[in-house]
């Protein structure tokens, strides 16, 4: 069975300031809550991963390998964060190397090998797009890829991603889905994709079904009400 079947995967949510008041029960509909790291979220990293009945995995988002320290990873690790996602990745070479930094900080911190997964966050760095070189084998630690339209249109300098129907979609923007897409399929892993975070109720439900019949198994939601639609979905 396909891995890109987004009625059966739960989605992820990237944590603004509401979605951390959320009860347990409804951040359990999630497969995982992601926190920008290094934006004052330490103590609640920390709360979260004790928090009692959680289902969900607490995410970490860091930033591009080129910038990221081995003492940010061992804090990360030490308050219980179970996986990180690389924003701006450019490829393998960089999934490889963010491998080796989290084997040395679970070494150091005295955890189970391999504990920590990785997602790979495409747009930021546009290169990594256009990398000849497969993710097939590169790391057993990698979970997913998310594609980050809106970052790829920054980084461009093109239109952002629509956020409803009537709306064209600009072609780096739809070149860069298809391409997370293919990589993700190719690797054997899952395909997730970053929602609008301006598209309310009736734009979010077309974008599921958007990234649903595009190959993606799942969406980054941006907001509560977007994770509730989604996880309906």
């Known amino acids: 069975m396909s891995v890109n079947r987004l009625q059966t995967i739960r989605p992820l949510l990237l944590a ?12 359990n509909t999630l497969a995982g809550l992601i926190l920008d790291a290094g934006s004052g979220h ?14 969900f995995a607490l995410l970490a988002r860091v930033e591009p390998i080129e910038l990221l320290h081995e003492d940010e990873l061992n804090r990360l690790l030490g308050d ?19 491998d080796v930094m989290l084997r040395v900080a679970e070494a150091r911190i005295g955890l189970p090998a391999n504990r920590t997964r990785i997602y790979a966050e495409y ?19 990698l979970e997913g890829l998310i594609f980050n339209g809106s970052a790829l249109a ?17 072609a780096p923007v739809l070149a860069g889905r ?31 079904s958007q990234s649903r019949n595009d190959g993606f198994a799942s ?13 309906v979905g």
């Open 16 to 27: 603004e300031g509401d979605a951390l008041s959320l009860d347990v029960s409804v951040l």
């Open 42 to 55: 330490e103590t609640r990293i920390a709360a979260l991963s004790q928090l009692e009945g959680r289902a």
């Open 80 to 98: 219980g964060i179970e996986g990180v996602v690389l924003t701006g990745c450019r490829g393998r070479a960089d999934i490889q190397k963010l």
């Open 123 to 141: 747009g930021a760095a546009p290169e990594g797009l256009l990398s000849p070189h497969t993710l097939a084998g590169c790391s057993q630690r």
């Open 154 to 170: 920054k980084a461009v300098g093109c239109k952002e991603p629509a956020s409803a129907a009537h709306q064209g979609v600009a």
């Open 178 to 208: 298809a391409n997370v897409v293919l990589r993700a399929h190719e690797a054997g892993i899952r395909a997730y994709e970053v929602l609008s975070p301006t598209a309310d109720a009736a734009a979010t439900r077309w974008a599921l």
């Open 219 to 231: 969406v980054v939601c941006r907001s509560p009400e977007q994770a509730v639609i989604a996880g």
